[in-house]
């Protein structure tokens, strides 16, 4: 119990520290709460093979949600920007792939990956979309939408919880939306397909 509470502590203030030195990329001030993370978790494929693109996982708030919903460390892929942090994910989750680089390149990532993935079964994103011009994130929306599989769905938050649509989403069907108010601040979750 206090092992967990100091870990917590320790990577809320990593996440404080990463977000004063670069707050447009890093957009939040804490790491997500379980409530949050527990309803990215609820969108994970039925097919255990299937690979999951995590897009932002920052410490690895959500990334430990979807393992503890059961998720295979091995199919799981990470894309993550800040270096830190991409170091820190991969000492924590040594057998998923750990990616320190830019979503807006995951095709290309993809691709360079050892196993060459084309397909997901679903993308978990906690991308900062607020943070980007329409034009970048309808760009990301397209790669998405050549990565995800037929059935595959693309959840991501948002702290604008008044718009049920997230930037970059208009080529999707929004499949649900919900807030989670036990969030600093609150958040909401929307879930597209194709
Ligand atoms: C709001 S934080 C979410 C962190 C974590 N998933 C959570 O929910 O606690 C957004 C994360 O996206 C990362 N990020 C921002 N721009 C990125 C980009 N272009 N490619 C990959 N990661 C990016 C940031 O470094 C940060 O870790």
Redesign the pocket.
């Known amino acids: 119990m206090a092992r967990k509470f100091i870990a917590a502590l320790s ?1 809320s203030s990593l ?1 404080l520290r ?1 977000w004063l030195a ?1 707050p ?5 001030v ?3 709460s379980p409530h ?2 527990a309803a ?1 978790a609820d969108w994970l494929p039925l097919d255990r093979d299937a690979y999951v693109l ?10 430990d949600a979807l393992l503890k919903r059961g998720l295979r460390e091995d199919r799981l892929i990470a ?4 270096p830190n ?1 991409a170091k820190l994910l991969h000492k924590r989750f040594p057998r998923a792939h750990i990616i320190n ?5 995951l095709d290309q990532l993809l691709r360079d990956c050892p196993e060459c993935i084309t397909q997901v079964g679903a993308v978990i994103s ?3 979309l607020l ?2 011009s329409q034009e970048q994130a309808d760009a990301l929306g397209l790669k998405i939408r050549s990565i995800l599989d037929s059935k595959g769905s693309w959840v991501q ?1 948002s702290y604008q919880i008044g718009r049920r649509r997230s930037r970059g989403t208009g080529e999707f069907r929004l499949v649900a939306s919900k807030i989670v108010w036990f969030n600093l601040p609150p958040a909401r979750v929307s879930v597209y397909q194709k």
């Open positions: 990577d996440f990463e670069n447009q990329h890093t957009g939040a804490a790491p997500s949050l993370t990215m995590e897009l932002g996982p920052g410490t690895g708030a959500v990334t894309i993550e920007h800040n942090l680089g830019d979503a807006w390149h906690s991308l900062p943070n980007f938050y």
